[in-house]
């Protein structure tokens, strides 16, 4: 999962839920490389600061078979929310050459 590198919303960071579970902080212009079993997984990110109580908290279902690496774009948007969207391989390899991990 990335996001890219932009100070939209104040470049406040998300907590990324898989299933559930708390998996990573992405912050701004950063990814995370996190596992899911294969089958269907439902991803979430929340606002990781005190937007939380403002912050929509949009969610995507994935299905992974095993070995498979899918790449999950954040995008902030107006609102106090943010987008998930499934992205290519070749466009997602393109964004990361310019983000961090996030830790």
Do not use: C, H
């Not at 943010?82 to 964004?95: C, G, N, R, W, Y």
């Amino acid at each position: 999962i990335f996001r890219g590198d932009s100070f939209f919303q104040g470049g406040i960071p998300y907590l990324v839920k898989i299933n559930g579970k708390e998996s990573a902080i992405l912050r701004n212009g950063g990814y995370s490389v996190v596992g899911v079993v294969p089958g269907t997984s439902t991803i979430e990110i929340r606002a990781a600061n005190w937007m939380q109580a403002l912050f929509r908290n949009p969610t995507i279902s994935v299905t992974t078979a095993a070995n498979e690496r899918i790449f999950v774009r954040a995008t902030p948007e107006l609102g106090n929310t943010a987008s998930l969207s499934l992205v290519p391989a070749e466009f997602a390899t393109l964004q990361l050459q310019s983000l961090s991990e996030s830790q």
